[in-house]
Structures are given as C-alpha cells and as structure tokens.
C-alpha cells in the first residue's frame, strides 16, 4: 500500500469528527431531472411558521432566506442551482406540500421539482403507495398538483406525469422594443408561472450550449423590457403576478415536436424543457389551433433531453379559457449532502457569480 492509500485508509476509519454545537448542519437530497437540478432539505431546517405553503414560503423568505443562498449559490451550490422544501399540505388530502427556490428567490410552480420529489418520496419509501401506477396529491404555492407515477419491473419510478394547474394565454402576437436588440414578438403564458415566449431564430440564436452565453443576455434583456411595459397578474393569487422568464422556441435537433430553453430567475438556464413552461407553450399551441385535446408533443431542452406535454381539458380560470396541461419527465437521485454553516465564516450565505 502506497503512502497516499495509507492516508487515505486512516482518514475514512478516523473520521468521526462532528462540528461545534453553534454549527447549523442542513442536510439535503440531490437529484436531476433531464439534467436540471434539484436540492431537496431533508433535515436542519427550523420550523416554518404558517397556515399554507405560501405562508411558509413567506416566513422562509423573510427570515430565512440566508439558508436558500447558502445552498444554492456558491460555494455549496452554483448560480444554476434549484431547491425544494417539502412541507405540511394546505388539505387533508394531500401526500404533502412544497415550495421552490433558486438564485434570485421563489418559484410558484416547478414542473422539474415535481418529478423529482415524487421520484425521491417513492423510491425512497419517504412515503408508501402501492401498485405500478402511484397518485399523489401536492400542494405547491400555485395550487395542487396531482402527479402519477409509473414503476418499473424492479420497482423503481421508471417516469412521473403530473396534470398541472390550469394554464393559460394572457398575452398573444405582442411586441417590445429590447434594447440591445431591436422589435421582439413574444407572447405571454401562464403555465404555474408566467413566462414570455419568443421565437429564436428571427434572433439568430442557437438552442443549444453553443450560445448559452447570449440565450442568457438576450432571456434577461427581454423579460426586463416585457415587464416594464406588460403586467404579469394572476386572477387570483398576488403573489403570483410575476414574470419569471424568457422561453425561447424553435426546431427540434432530435426529430420531435420542438425545442426551447427557459432563461428564469436571475439568468438562470433550464437543463430540462421546463415543465411549467411546457404547459405554458400547451395553452398557447391550443390556442392557436395548433394542439387538439390529448394530442401530446415531445419537446426537447437544451441539452437535449425531453419533456411530453398534452392538454387534458379545458377549463374556465378566472375568466380565462385555460387548459390543464399533462406533463411527463424522469428524475433520478445523484446524492446526499450535509451542509455546514460556521458562524465564522464570513462567506456562510454564500455568494453567486453570473
């Protein structure tokens, strides 16, 4: 045995070492989905004070907000990083409840997150549900989410499809002047979140790696100049009246429907297609008269993993004629991590760098 697999025995049989009581210790479950991450807190969180998700999401944004920039920017995450809390439920009927983070703060609904969690609460028997086909019901700031699993032979969630809150066109055939840019035609659609969606290629640009850098400038550019002249409101809900980001479209690389790639946040970039942002692009496409009831399309991301989406009914939300998106993705479990915060350190919160 070399002198460097001698220091490496003793320190795995040696290490035993806990740090000091003043430490907090936040410990995590990762995962992906389609290549986008997702920071699950599974221990060391203090107890969220409040009645539904989104109150909870409000006390954890108003006081414990260094706890989502500690684990998602660096140096325990990266400026692309994404996390979820499972909570209580709002209804009795439900699995449990989540809210959802990210570099800039909090998301109203995540598509990727979903798939993720029920991939991790099954296969980890976090919770129990019998059957190849598993139903859980999730309470998510943007309202419940039902979400179906499918097993495979060795028991493992093989694939998650959730039918999405009611989405919907609030903007259609619009433009803005972007600075930097010129005239840009977008609409606007809310598929749990409110997105603008512009065509790539009257742009110039490519939905891949190659052109990351300015999918990033140009996502940022284009969702500051919308809001600046278009408001993002929810019929019911305040705290979802937001624009969240920029969704760019264009041709599939890989033979199917389409691609996109989801600029959100504070110029983060989506490694999946976006579940909410899938459903948005359902509500426009129907709209159109270019997707008819329960005709899925299979679109691609970034990186080239996809997403399928279809619209499942039609309903009246607040007015608008909305639909109610299926969406379907896979997830897998990278790691587990435990995190610590020394009172000392003065970069404990973290800090991000774009």
Request: hydrophobic residues 35%.
């Amino acid at each position: 045995m070399n002198d460097v697999s001698i220091v490496r025995e003793k320190l795995i049989q040696s290490w035993n070492w806990t740090p000091p009581e003043d430490w907090m210790k936040i410990q995590t479950i990762d995962l992906h989905t389609c290549g986008e991450p997702l920071r699950v807190f599974v221990d060391g969180l203090p107890d969220l004070k409040g009645k539904s998700v989104l109150a909870k999401r409000r006390y954890f944004r108003d006081h414990l907000d260094f706890i989502r920039t500690g684990t998602m920017w660096e140096p325990r995450g990266h400026a692309d990083m994404y996390g979820a809390v499972i909570t209580e439920p709002d209804f009795s009927d439900a699995d449990f409840g989540t809210f959802f983070m990210h570099n800039e703060g909090y998301s109203t609904m995540c598509g990727h997150a979903i798939i993720a969690l029920v991939t991790l609460v099954l296969n980890t028997g976090i919770i129990e549900k019998e059957g190849r086909s598993p139903v859980l019901r999730i309470d998510a700031p943007c309202g419940r989410i039902t979400a179906t699993a499918v097993r495979g032979e060795d028991e493992m969630v093989d694939s998650v499809s959730f039918l999405n809150v009611p989405s919907f066109v609030l903007y259609s055939d619009q433009t803005v002047k972007v600075p930097g840019i010129g005239e840009v035609r977008f609409d606007l659609a809310y598929g749990g979140a409110f997105y603008t969606y512009v065509k790539a290629e009257p742009l110039g640009l490519r939905l891949d790696g190659s052109d990351y850098s300015r999918l990033i400038d140009y996502g940022r550019r284009i969702k500051h100049a919308v809001s600046e002249q278009y408001e993002a409101k929810h019929p019911f809900e305040e705290d979802l009246s937001f624009l969240y980001g920029t969704i760019f479209t264009g041709k599939s690389y890989e033979g199917h429907h389409s691609r996109n790639v989801c600029v959100f946040a504070d110029g983060e970039v989506d490694r999946s297609t976006t579940g909410s942002g899938v459903s948005g692009r359902a509500a426009i496409h129907y709209a159109k008269g270019e997707l008819k009831l329960n005709e899925p399309i299979t679109i691609e991301s970034i990186i080239g993993t996809v997403m399928d989406v279809e619209v499942g009914e039609t309903v009246d939300y607040g007015g608008y004629e909305a639909v109610v998106p299926k969406v379907t993705g896979n997830a897998f479990i990278v790691g587990k991590n435990e995190f610590f915060f020394d009172p000392k350190d003065a970069l404990k919160c973290g800090f991000v760098l774009r």
